[in-house]
C-alpha cells in the first residue's frame, strides 16, 4: 500500500495555469504506474492522466502533462489553458499500469480542489 498527498490546488482565472503535486510514501513508488483523475460537483470521477514508472505517459487532452520524479517519489500534472469546466476535485492514484479504468488503480490520494473562474 502506498500513501499519497496531492497538493498544488487552488482558484485561478480561465487561460491560467496550476501545477499539481502528488507525493507518494512508498519506496517502491517507481515501480508504480501513476494516474490523475478528476470529479467536478455533480459528476463521475473522470480520467485525466497516466504515467508509466518509466515515464511513458497517456494525456488525451493537450492542455495538460503529466510527468514524474521518482528520485522525489512525486508525480505531477501540469495543467495550462485553464476553463471553468476544468474545475474539479483531482486525485492522484497508484497502480500497476497505465491505464484510464480507475478499477486498476489500488491507491489513491485525498484530492486537491481546482477552481477555474470566468
Known amino acids: 500500500q502506498v500513501q499519497l498527498v496531492e497538493s498544488g490546488g487552488g482558484l485561478v482565472q480561465a487561460g491560467g495555469s496550476l501545477r499539481l503535486s502528488c507525493a507518494a510514501s512508498?519506496?517502491?513508488?517507481?515501480?508504480?504506474?501513476m494516474g490523475w483523475f478528476r470529479q467536478a460537483p455533480g459528476k463521475e470521477r473522470e480520467f485525466v492522466a497516466a504515467?508509466?514508472?518509466?515515464g511513458g505517459t497517456y494525456c488525451p487532452d493537450s492542455r495538460f502533462t503529466v510527468s514524474r520524479d521518482n528520485d522525489k517519489n512525486t508525480v505531477y500534472l501540469q495543467l495550462n489553458s485553464l476553463k471553468p469546466e476544468d474545475t474539479a476535485i483531482y486525485y492522484c492514484?497508484?497502480?500497476?499500469?497505465?491505464?484510464?479504468?480507475?478499477?486498476?488503480?489500488?491507491?489513491w490520494g485525498q484530492g486537491t480542489q481546482v477552481t477555474v473562474s470566468s
Open positions: 492514484a497508484a497502480g500497476p499500469v497505465v491505464t484510464s479504468h480507475e478499477s486498476q488503480y489500488f491507491s
Open positions: 512508498a519506496r517502491a513508488f517507481s515501480n508504480y504506474a
Open positions: 504515467i508509466s514508472p518509466t
